[in-house]
């Protein structure tokens, strides 16, 4: 975006807009995938859904309300490099961590409850698809918080350029991440259930669950 051949400020903040909305997406469903498997995990329990969903939608909600507030009073400015233009933000409103500290809040409590469930259920569930779904989930927490924690400090310490190229590499890392993850757990339940076939199906997430073998 920084390089579109574009002097005009009010369409650097609608293309800066959609890029925020496509990242937003990209982590929204990616998220999604692991509020599944965390609830998979707790054996469907209705309780621990809702409190996961409570606080996913309003992390999401808070979110872009925050971004989209604070992005619409950050000053944009062309190159000032003769014969370059496009556009560039020179500073950012401090603000924008917040939707970062709503994600390493509600990853932290996903990761805790993923580690709880694991706690509880180490000794009488030895499952292959149970093992995976706690390694996937805790690593792709730690993933989330180290970046998320990354762009917070960039946000704080550094020029807004460093912070802007960790985000779209946080929201790339994590999308990749739940693709392979979800490849992987798919590609492990085939094999559990004996099925040398490649067909292309959701993995049935509902079939798996926390039971004693």
């Not at 009488?124 to 998320?148: D, E, M, P, R, W």
Request: proline share 2%; glycine share 4%; hydrophobic share 50%.
């Amino acid at each position: 975006m920084n390089f579109i051949s574009n002097e005009n400020s009010d369409k650097c903040q609608l293309l800066n807009n959609i890029c925020s909305c496509f990242s937003m997406i990209s982590v929204f469903c990616s998220e999604c995938f692991f509020v599944i498997r965390t609830y998979v995990l707790w054996n469907h329990n209705k309780i621990v859904l809702v409190i996961m969903i409570t606080t996913f939608l309003a992390v999401v909600v808070s979110s872009i309300s925050f971004a989209f507030a604070t992005t619409a009073t950050a000053p944009w400015t062309t190159s000032a490099i003769p014969g370059i233009t496009g556009c560039y933000q020179t500073s950012a409103v401090v603000q924008l961590f917040i939707p970062f500290l709503l994600l390493i809040g509600l990853e932290f409590g996903l990761m805790t409850l993923t580690l709880v469930r694991a706690i509880q259920s180490w000794r009488s569930t030895n499952g292959q698809i149970y093992a995976v779904l706690v390694k996937h989930n805790i690593f792709y927490y730690a993933c989330g918080l180290f970046f998320s924690g990354l762009n917070v400090l960039t946000l704080l310490l550094f020029h807004y350029g460093y912070q802007a190229m960790f985000q779209d590499f946080q929201f790339i890392v994590l999308a990749i991440l739940a693709t392979r993850m979800h490849l992987h757990l798919w590609h492990a339940d085939r094999h559990a259930h004996g099925s040398g076939a490649l067909v292309f199906a959701s993995i049935p997430l509902s079939d798996i669950s926390c039971t004693p073998t």
